[in-house]
């Protein structure tokens, strides 16, 4: 029986793209949120621009408590996917390849936080009185939510394509509790006696 391995990126291509996608999102979702810049003002009571936090105009930006609960959804989306790309990163750099089931489902629970906080956000800036047109910042929450999805997905078709091993955890457990126990290479050693 002859396997089609061919049609089937590496494991390392699938992981890298996993890690670039969550690095990116993870960006993005940043600039998103800190940004006051989520839709653009109609020129209505002076209103420039009006963010996440902060309502502007041309002269000072104040502080909104609009939608705190997407604010704190989307906050709690980049946390969490601040730890997926750290999973993703370190899972890159060591080699570590079975933890794929474990990296799709935190990239998928990121994705849902941000579509929850960025669905109501949206229909509230879409219905806002001085909503005057999209700018970047709901545009880049909207891009870091889908590749969030996009990175989760990847990492599910990876598990099943190439499912992870059992007991990895505890085996990569005793792999760093052995590297650990090695002297490092430039220990001093003490002369030889004569």
Known sequence: MISNTSSFPSSFQLRLTVTALSCIATIVMLVAISTNRWVDGNGKDDIQSIGLWKVCNRVVCVSHSAIIYSKVLLVFCLLFGICGNIVAVLAQMYGVEDIKKATAKIMFLTGVLG??????????????????????????????TF??????SISWYHHKKQPDREGTLEEIKRQLSMRNAQPPPYTAQPPPST
């Open 115 to 144: 579509l929850c906080g960025m669905i109501p956000a949206t229909v509230y800036f879409s219905l806002i009185y001085y909503y005057g047109g999209v700018a970047y910042g709901l545009v880049f929450g909207w891009i870091g």
């Open 147 to 152: 590749l969030y999805l996009v990175a989760g």
